[in-house]
Nanobody, 125 residues
Framework: VQLQASGGGLVQAGGSLRLSCAVS????????MAWFRQTPGKEREFVAG????????FYGDSVKGRFTISRDYAKTTVYLQMTSLKPEDTAVYYC???????????????????WGQGDLVTVSS
């Protein structure tokens, strides 16, 4: 299973970026997919997650109202649309999949089986 993330880069505060995460080697019928982020010296933080079946979405408090997660069922791809970016959003963003994940563990990094390589997002002030 491979998760290939793309779309990161440098953006000014207030700008937007869209991250993509393409999953290959697995057919999804359920479970969770999510984005996490991490900065040096800090634990991995839950950003947003989506239930693969049904499409219900969930967000970390720091990004609610600014970020949107979505999935393309046919392409097995998850997106993270980030708007109104702030310097504190600067981090390495990781996508993750949990094919057998349940709703109660959607925000827990330890519940995910596969991870992308990480994509750096830098927001300048």
């Amino acid at each position: 299973v491979q998760l290939q993330a793309s779309g990161g880069g440098l953006v000014q505060a207030g700008g937007s970026l869209r991250l993509s995460c393409a999953v290959s080697g697995r057919t999804f019928s359920g479970g969770n997919m999510a984005w996490f982020r991490q900065t040096p010296g800090k634990e991995r933080e839950f950003v947003a997650g989506v239930r693969w079946s049904g499409g219900s979405t969930f967000y970390g408090d720091s990004v609610k109202g600014r970020f949107t997660i979505s999935r393309d069922y046919a392409k097995t791809t998850v997106y993270l649309q980030m708007t109104s970016l702030k310097p504190e959003d600067t981090a390495v963003y990781y996508c993750a999949s949990a094919p057998r994940g349940i709703l109660s563990t959607l925000g827990e990094p330890s519940s995910y089986d596969d991870w992308g390589q990480g994509d750096l997002v830098t927001v300048s002030s």
